[in-house]
């Protein structure tokens, strides 16, 4: 007697395009990009909330926020205690000035790393960001490049 492989092959082909995302033509299975999208918002999304003036404002796994529109400078406050820098001083600012208004124009780090040259040097932004870009990026309520 032989094994029937194919039926348990079948089945679990079955269960794989129930998922969401999954679409399957023709014995094929797709993943449509709609369907990874939904997966990487669903790892990203709230996985807690900072409370900034008494309310709550969700963020995701890296403590960067899920809303950017949530940001102000007293979330900023917040967000960069969390992330190790106990106070904002008026340098913070006009980086995290910059980077806000590069937001979505910027199309890697490079073009940023080229803006913000040319408002403080590299040695006193790592002075002011000791963990670089991304702590910068999260601090300033802007999604990384």
């Not at 809303?67 to 979330?75: I, K, M, S, T």
């Not at 208004?101 to 000791?130: P, T």
Request: proline content about 2%; overall charge positive; aromatic content about 8%.
């Amino acid at each position: 007697m032989g094994n029937d492989n194919g039926g348990m092959i079948k089945d679990t082909l079955y269960n794989m395009t129930q998922s969401p995302g999954v679409q399957r033509r023709k014995d094929r299975i797709y993943f449509s990009d709609a369907g990874r999208e939904k997966q990487k918002n669903e790892k990203e999304r709230a996985m807690g909330y900072i409370t900034v003036n008494g309310v709550k404002i969700n963020t995701t796994n890296n403590c960067s926020l899920v809303n950017p529109q949530d940001w102000n400078e007293a979330v900023a406050e917040e967000l960069a205690r969390i992330h190790g820098i106990s106070r904002l001083t008026a340098e913070h600012f006009s980086v995290i000035r910059c980077l806000r208004s590069l937001n979505g124009e910027a199309s890697d780090m490079y073009a940023v790393s080229d803006a913000l040259r040319k408002i403080i040097a590299w040695k006193k932004f790592k002075e002011l960001f000791h963990r670089g870009l991304n702590q910068a990026f999260i601090i300033s309520g802007c999604e990384i490049p």
